[in-house]
Nanobody
């Protein structure tokens, strides 16, 4: 099982970006997915997570600005980020709890994608 994140880039304050994360491999079921971020000199923190379309969690700092969504058919997760702030600058990582054939349930991380918000 692999996770591939994409969509990062450089944007001005107030701008928008859409991150994508695609899970591939011998996937039986995805239990949940989430986005984390790590800014320079800081610990990795949860940004948002989703178990199903109606079961989402957001960090207080991104509520009302970011929207997480899940496409179960395509094994893809998205993070729509609006009204971006310089404090949103970080490497964003996707994480998934996946039930894989033979292996069973485990957590997987994708390589990060850099988001830079200029002031």
């Amino acid at each position: 099982v692999q996770l591939q994140a994409s969509g990062g880039g450089l944007v001005q304050t107030g701008g928008s970006l859409r991150l994508s994360c695609t899970a591939s491999g011998s996937i039986f079921r995805i239990n949940g997915m989430g986005w984390y971020r790590q800014a320079p000199g800081k610990q990795r923190e949860l940004v948002a997570e989703i178990v199903s379309p109606g079961a989402t969690t957001y960090a207080d700092s991104v509520k009302g600005r970011f929207t997480i969504s899940l496409d179960n058919a395509e094994n893809k997760m998205y993070l729509q980020m609006n009204s971006l702030l310089p404090d949103d600058t970080a490497v964003y990582y996707c994480k998934a709890s996946i039930v894989a054939y033979i292996i069973g349930t485990d957590d997987y991380w994708g390589h990060g994608t850099l988001v830079t918000v200029s002031s």
